[in-house]
């Protein structure tokens, strides 16, 4: 026997994600590889750095974006610096150590600009710095990544973190 009642189901309401929802996005979609990618045997580190990076960078704009940040994370000197995306998030509150930890100092330094030697795209590509023009200093990058595994658990830790933070 069916009961022919009407249910009457409240309305669904999507938002177009914000630029700030979906730096959060890529940064959750991303964590998963970093986590496999970094307790996987006899695979360069270079991909597990490369994709942990990027999380980072999301994460930390995600944070900045919703806190109003949304030009300043666009400032070319800031845009690829993990460092100073980490220290921009410090000063807008949130709790994280105030000086980057090693991990991140050393994403910093194969994922983008870097103070010290100009622009470093080392984890993506291997000619290491982009110095401006007319600038023949040649630096490469020593091809240092993070401790993997503790990485991971930091990187999952501060999404995790932001998450709870951007909800508020």
Known sequence: MCNSGNAVLPAIRMRQPTEGDGYMIVARELLP??????ILPNLPSRAAALIAAQALECVLK??????????DIRAPEVQHNLVALWKMAYDQDLSIPQEPP???TILSSGHGQNSEHGQNF???YQEGVRNPPGDQTNIVHGGETPALIPM???????????EL???R
Do not use: N, P, Q
Not at 33 to 38: A, D, I, K, Q, T
Not at 152 to 162: F, G, W
């Open 62 to 71: 995600a944070f900045l974006w919703h806190k109003g940040k949304k030009t």
């Open 152 to 162: 991971a658990v930091e990187i999952r830790k501060l999404i995790e973190m932001v």
């Open 102 to 104: 090693d991990w991140c």
């Open 122 to 124: 080392y984890f993506r």
């Open 33 to 38: 590889g970093v986590e496999v990618l970094s």
């Open 165 to 167: 933070a951007v909800k």
